[in-house]
């Protein structure tokens, strides 16, 4: 299942990986690349290694199996040039904190001491760049209480955008919106891969992510698939993953899986 | 000279509650910001049984309270890694020190008033030994504090992200834990282990309800402290009143004052 190699080196380049928790293995036998500027749509059912993944892209979990490089190194190496947006932020209702002030708080933060002026001034212009690239300017000074969601969800990205990294991670970034707020996330982060940014959007909903993603990865009872969305939204893949009969069914430009056995909520 | 800093008690109290309210104050500012307001005051209060247990053993209760505080610190940091999920285990250690501290209390009644003294602190008290001791701790907690600033302030307003980014999130909370501890300890004496919230919890919750930057809350939170510390000491002196009781009244209304207005919006 390994990919072409592409002209420009992978931002991500995984050979028969295998990773998990404790003794059992979330998944194993995974190969993929994923190149500079992609968007990949990562999707699976619950418990599949979607989050798993993550942590062997990000380095927290050593592979048990195969190797994993990120911008051609290991990825504890290349940690600081990975953002990772987690599924959604938990404040208190009184909190006063402002969008702008939450944003900045990444900046440089492997740093110790206290920041100084001339620190202080690049992280001022970072922030009204990261928000102005995901369209959050206005909620530079909106306490984060009062914020909705997807505006939430929105600092979360213009947040993991401070550092200027080149690959993003988001954690299920859709599970707690509404549909117009997930057009709007979906959006912003198809615009960072205009921008050379690698993302990675995990997803149990393939559907709105369809006509963004170049490439789906794929994963469910501890295997993985990848390829473009005809390649691995179809009957014969998503069967050969689950071992059993899958059918998918296309509707209005979104698609449907069912089984015999429930496999996932794709669609 | 005003009349009442003609007198050294008075002087001395000053000096040291200007001291503990600045340190503890602005690191109450992050106990508020990861929701550790339990910790701490547990941390507070564990003192007493460190206090009375060096009683019973003949030695300075001081260096008791700094043991069991330091030391609840470091197992506080190690049962409970999550921050929202640790209030369980603060609360069974909180327990198991309290239980100390009372068969302790039982075991050498004749020293038990030094003991029972650290529940309510006895700032009238404080002597130049004393207000050394406070300089060099205050000036060590919060040149910590700034050296740990920025990592930490990532890691209390997005732990995910923080350890995605390769912050040693675990190690932040445990030196942010004896940070705590030594504030606790050194300040407890002066204003008592149950009263410690007057000074670690309330100008920061008021400030942090109006406030939506860190470095101008921070700001905040050590003038309300002043003010409300040094307010209350005032108040004891002319109304012959307990300084304690006075500053913890202070710290209650400003914490009232700041929420009330949200409150009231909100219904």
């Known amino acids: 299942m390994a990919e072409a190699a592409s002209a420009s080196p992978a931002t991500i380049e995984a050979r028969g990986l295998a990773a998990g928790k404790g003794a059992a293995l979330a998944f194993k036998h995974v190969s993929f690349q994923i190149a500079p500027g992609s968007f990949t749509a990562l999707v699976g059912p619950n418990g599949a290694g979607k989050t798993t993944l993550f942590e062997a892209i990000l380095g927290l979990i050593p592979p048990r199996h195969g190797e994993i490089q990120v911008l051609g190194e290991t990825p504890r190496r290349m940690r600081r040039q990975v953002a990772y947006v987690p599924q959604a932020l938990a404040l208190a209702h009184d909190d006063a904190l402002i969008g702008r ?124 698939r990848i390829g473009s969305v005809d390649e691995i939204i179809c009957d014969e893949t998503l069967s050969e993953l689950y071992v059993t009969p899958v059918r998918v069914i296309r509707d209005g430009g979104r698609r449907f899986v069912f089984a015999d056995a429930p496999v996932s909520d794709v669609g | 000279m005003p009349e009442f800093l003609q007198f050294a008690f008075m002087r001395n109290a000053f000096v040291a509650t200007t001291l503990i309210a600045l340190m503890g104050s602005l690191v109450g500012y992050f106990v508020v910001l990861r929701r550790q307001a339990f910790a701490s005051h547990a941390l507070s209060n564990i003192g007493f049984a460190g206090a ?38 603060v609360g069974m250690i909180l327990m198991f020190s309290l239980g100390l501290g009372a068969l302790f209390v039982n075991l050498y009644s004749a020293n038990a008033n030094a003991a029972i003294g650290i529940l309510f602190g006895s700032v009238f008290g404080i002597d130049a030994g004393q207000i050394r001791w406070i300089a060099i701790t205050s000036a060590g907690v919060l040149i910590g504090l700034g050296a740990i600033f920025r990592p930490l302030r990532f890691a209390s307003l997005n732990p995910q992200a923080a350890r995605a980014q390769g912050i040693p999130v675990a190690t932040l909370d445990t030196l942010f834990l004896l940070l705590v501890g030594a504030a606790a300890a050194i300040a407890v004496p002066v204003i008592g282990s149950l009263l410690s919230f007057a000074i670690f919890v309330g100008p920061a919750a008021a400030a942090q309800a109006w406030c939506g930057r860190v470095g101008l809350g921070m700001g905040l939170t050590a003038l309300l402290a002043l003010l409300e510390s040094l307010g209350g000491l005032l108040l004891s002196y002319y109304a012959n009143l307990p300084a304690s009781s006075c500053i913890a009244a202070l710290s209650f209304g400003l914490y009232a004052v700041s929420r009330l207005p949200i409150r009231a919006l909100r219904a």
């Open chain 1, 101 to 224: 002030e939450f944003v900045s708080a990444a900046f440089q933060a492997h740093r110790l001491g206290l920041p100084l002026p001339d620190a202080r001034r690049r992280a001022r212009a970072a922030v009204e760049a990261a928000l102005e690239t995901v369209g959050a300017s206005d909620l530079a000074s909106r306490r984060l209480s009062t914020l909705s969601g997807g505006q939430r969800q929105r600092l979360l990205i213009a947040q993991a955008l401070v550092n200027r990294p080149r690959l993003v991670l988001l954690d299920e970034p859709l599970s707690q919106l509404d549909p117009a707020a997930r057009d709007w996330i979906v959006a912003v982060a198809a615009d960072l891969t205009q921008r050379g940014i690698a993302v990675i959007f995990s997803t149990h909903d393939i559907n709105p992510v369809l006509r963004v993603c170049d490439r789906v990865l794929y994963l469910a009872q501890g295997r993985g």
């Open chain 2, 52 to 89: 009375a247990g060096a009683s019973l053993a003949g030695v300075d209760p001081m260096l008791g309270l700094l043991l069991f505080v330091m030391g609840a610190a470091l197992v506080m940091a190690w049962t409970g890694r999550d921050l929202g999920e640790r209030d369980v285990s």
